[in-house]
């Protein structure tokens, strides 16, 4: 099974690139976690955002792969406790299809990406910026990972 994080926008801090390497170096070999970048859509001065979020939608539904299993990443989905994204990874683990997160550009993700998503799921009531969740989702995926092996990472 390989997860894989599909986020639109480039050219990242170093930081992030380092956090997230970090948190996706400590998954297991037989539970890669990579990342994909692809790029914002053009803006203009009195670009819609609409647009914007249609042409990157677009981008990242044709990059997820066509027999995993999606998820959005999403201010307006449901939040999962630890505990919670645990149980949810074993069940995706037993599963055995690979996973793809989506996370869109500044304007969000498209009416289709939500659609297409088998869950869309919200890191936080709090608006993070986008180089944020690369980082964060690597680590909370770490970190579910560990409270299944009861590692002692997660106290």
């Known amino acids: 099974m390989q997860l894989q994080l599909i986020a639109v926008g480039e050219r ?3 930081w992030v690139g380092q956090g997230f390497a970090e948190y996706a170096g ?6 890669p976690l990579r990342l ?3 790029p914002l859509a053009r803006r203009g001065r009195r670009d ?6 249609r042409d ?14 999606m998820l959005a990443l ?22 055995g299809r690979d996973l793809a997160f989506v996370v869109g550009g ?13 869950h869309c799921w ?15 989702l690597a680590e909370q995926l770490y970190r579910a990972w560990t409270v299944l092996q009861n590692h002692p990472y997660h106290r």
Do not use: F, I, K, N
């Open 122 to 136: 919200s890191l936080s009531r709090l608006t993070l910026p986008h180089m944020l969740v690369r980082v964060v």
């Open 48 to 53: 819609e955002p609409e647009r914007c979020r």
């Open 26 to 31: 400590r998954l297991p070999p037989h539970l």
């Open 74 to 95: 999403d201010a307006g989905g449901r939040q999962w406790s630890t505990e919670e994204l645990a149980a949810q990874l074993e069940g995706w683990l037993q599963d």
């Open 36 to 38: 994909a970048e692809l």
């Open 106 to 118: 500044p304007d969000g993700l498209s009416r289709e990406c939500r659609a297409r998503a088998e």
């Open 12 to 14: 990242m801090p170093g």
């Open 56 to 69: 990157e939608g677009e981008r990242l539904l044709a990059a997820v792969p066509s027999r995993a299993r």
